[in-house]
C-alpha cells in the first residue's frame, strides 16, 4: 500500500535529508557533544552551514515564504533573531517583499542601545523566523522584546526544533504560535531510513530527548 504524504511532510524530510548531508545537524549517540549549557548531547545542530550551500539555502528560504504567505498574510514585517536567523530572514523578506528588522539577545551598551535593530512602526504585524527551537528561551526573548516595542507578533517559524516539551510549554505561555520547517521526530526517522544511523540509536535519541539535562550524567 502507498502512503500518501502531505506536502508539509514531504517538506521536512526534505529539509530533515539536507540538514543530514551537509551535516549541519550531527548525530553521534556513541560520541556525544556537550552544549555551551554544559548538556550532554547524541546530537548537534548548526542551521548556519545551510546558508553555504545555495541549493539548501534557497529550499529553506521558498519553504519560509510558503509557510508565511499560508499561515500570515496580513504580515507586515518579518523580524530575524539574532545572529543564527538573520541571514534567512533577510532573504526570505526580500523574497516576500516585505521589510526587515532584527533583534539581539539584549540592548547594546552603546550608541543607540537598540535590541531592536532596522526601522519598524508600532502595531505592525510582525512574523518571526528563528533557525533553531532548544528551550525556547533565547527564542521568546526576541518575541517579548518585539511585544514591548509596541509590535503585534502574529507568530514564529524556525528551521528545526529539538521538540522538548519545555520549549513546547513556554511558547504555550507566551501566547506565541511556534511552526517549524522540520522537527526531531522527522530528522530521526529520515536519519534510519537513509541509514545514518541505525534502529540500535533510536531509543537513546528518545531517552535524551525526554530528558537532556540529565542524560548521560553518570
Known sequence: MNLIHSPMERNSKRIAEYLLQI??????????????????????????????????????????????????????????????????????SDKLQLPFIYVRSGAKDHGLGNQIEGYYEKEQKVVVIEDLISTGSSSLNAVRALREAGCDVLGMVAIFTYEFSKASDAFAEEKCRLNTLCNYTTLIETAVSSKYISENDVETLKKWRADPSVWGIN
Open 23 to 92: 551535516k549541519a545537524i550531527k548525530l553521534q549517540p556513541a560520541n556525544p557533544f556537550t552544549w555551551a549549557s554544559g548538556w550532554k548531547s547524541p546530537i548537534y545542530c548548526d542551521n548556519r552551514k545551510t546558508l553555504s550551500f545555495p541549493e539548501v539555502r534557497t529550499y529553506i528560504r521558498d519553504s519560509f515564504v510558503s509557510l508565511v504567505r499560508e499561515l500570515y498574510p496580513r504580515a507586515d514585517l518579518i523580524a530575524g533573531v539574532a545572529t543564527g536567523a538573520i541571514a534567512h530572514g533577510a532573504i526570505a
